[in-house]
């Protein structure tokens, strides 16, 4: 039985682990021809290997986003591989952190350059292509509410969140009309290992051991926020722009502003059937 992506072309950056490994192996799951991209070789190539594994179509670009030609490079994979691009996830992530006026010039360039600018030239240079194709396409950027939060010791990447929100909605705005949707997914605490580092400092800023229990006991599974991504590259998701999509253990939700809001019952239906 065919996907609700069979045939579609996806980039997903810093997929070689994580949420964008859970993301790519979840798109190839519905029939997608998926560009699996990492910093390193080995991280991508695993994933690679385990979508064919399932008769899945994978393949490799080792890149680090945040310049013009790794953007290119991505893209052009996509194109000399498979023929085209139909949707680029902006996940890849790497930031620095801790105590603010700690912080140097080298840990704020490298973890803006990674999220926004990765994201900016990822996402203009999948449009391009998008555009000249004529056929439009999907571009998925990952965001997080902790923009809005203000979380200690995460600085660059609260900052990096918040720039990643509004290129979405301006890339929403402008590229609408040229059938190209443009959404957000804003990942809750995920069992990632950026996240599971910050929890462990959690206890040095006043966290009760209770508090840290509640927080460990609240974070998901890569694989319960993948649904998110399958949707909104669907026909269905793309009717959607401008939108961020998120999930708690009830089920998706939509982020507006600094509160998280059940989705309007058509689009719920709709989620709820890819999380069951």
């Known amino acids: 039985m065919a996907g609700i992506l069979e045939g579609q072309i996806v980039v997903v950056t810093g997929s070689g682990r994580g949420l964008g ?24 190539e695993a994933v690679a290997n385990e979508i064919t594994a399932t008769g899945g179509k994978a393949t490799v670009c080792v890149e680090a986003v945040g310049t013009r030609a790794a953007a290119r490079d991505l893209v052009a994979t996509a194109v000399e591989h498979f023929g085209g691009i139909d949707v680029m996830i902006t996940n890849a992530g790497a930031d620095r952190r801790g105590p603010l006026l700690d912080l140097d010039d080298d840990d704020w360039e490298f973890t803006i350059r990674t999220h926004v600018f990765g994201s900016i030239l990822c996402s203009v240079e999948a449009a391009k292509a998008m555009r000249d194709q004529g056929r439009g396409g999907a571009i998925i950027n990952v965001t997080s509410d902790a923009f809005y939060m203000g979380m200690a010791t995460l600085a660059p990447y609260c900052v990096s969140k918040g720039g990643t929100y509004a290129l979405m909605l301006v890339l929403a705005a402008e590229l609408s009309p040229l059938g190209i949707s443009v959404n957000a997914i804003a990942p809750p605490a995920t069992r990632t290992e950026p996240m599971l580092k910050y929890v462990d400092t959690l206890g040095a800023m006043g966290l009760t051991d209770a508090q840290l229990a509640g927080f460990r006991s609240s974070i998901l599974e890569p694989e319960d926020v993948a649904p998110l991504a399958v949707f909104l590259a669907s026909p269905e998701g793309r009717t959607l722009s401008g939108t961020v999509l ?8 939509i982020l507006r502003g600094p509160s998280y809001h059940d989705p309007e019952p058509e689009l719920g239906a709709a989620l709820r059937r890819l999380f069951n």
């Open 246 to 253: 998120s999930v708690t253990a009830d089920g998706p939700t």
């Open 21 to 44: 490994r859970a993301y790519a192996l979840a798109m190839a799951a519905e029939g997608a021809q998926v560009v699996v991209n990492d910093r390193d070789r080995e991280p991508a």
